[in-house]
């Protein structure tokens, strides 16, 4: 998390979906969620769902994680995403 943006970046190759090991981890979920559970959404609708969201902005907004950038000058990079 304290690299998400420098190193860490999830803007895709062209023609390469962002975040592939993300991705892979996506498509599980919805296997074993459509299966398992019943999970009533068409994978596109899903994949689609995920491509709207913007992660990175709404992590790099949140009061934490810009105090944990301020503070890890003076310590340790400490933060956890409850999003």
């Known amino acids: 998390m304290e690299h998400l943006g420098a190193y860490f ?3 895709p190759q062209p023609g390469k ?3 592939p090991r993300f991705m892979d981890f996506a498509d599980l979920f919805y296997k074993v969620s459509s299966s398992t559970f019943g999970f009533n ?3 596109e609708e ?3 769902g995920f491509n ?3 992660i990175e902005a709404a992590i ?4 934490d994680y810009i105090e944990a950038q ?3 000058k003076t310590k340790e990079f400490g933060y956890v995403s409850d999003l």
Not at 60 to 63: C, G, H, L, N, Y
Request: charged share 25%; net charge positive.
């Open 9 to 11: 970046v999830n803007n």
């Open 17 to 19: 979906p962002p975040c």
């Open 41 to 43: 959404m068409k994978q």
């Open 46 to 48: 899903f994949i689609a």
């Open 52 to 54: 709207n969201m913007n």
């Open 60 to 63: 790099k907004q949140d009061p």
């Open 70 to 72: 301020k503070a890890k």
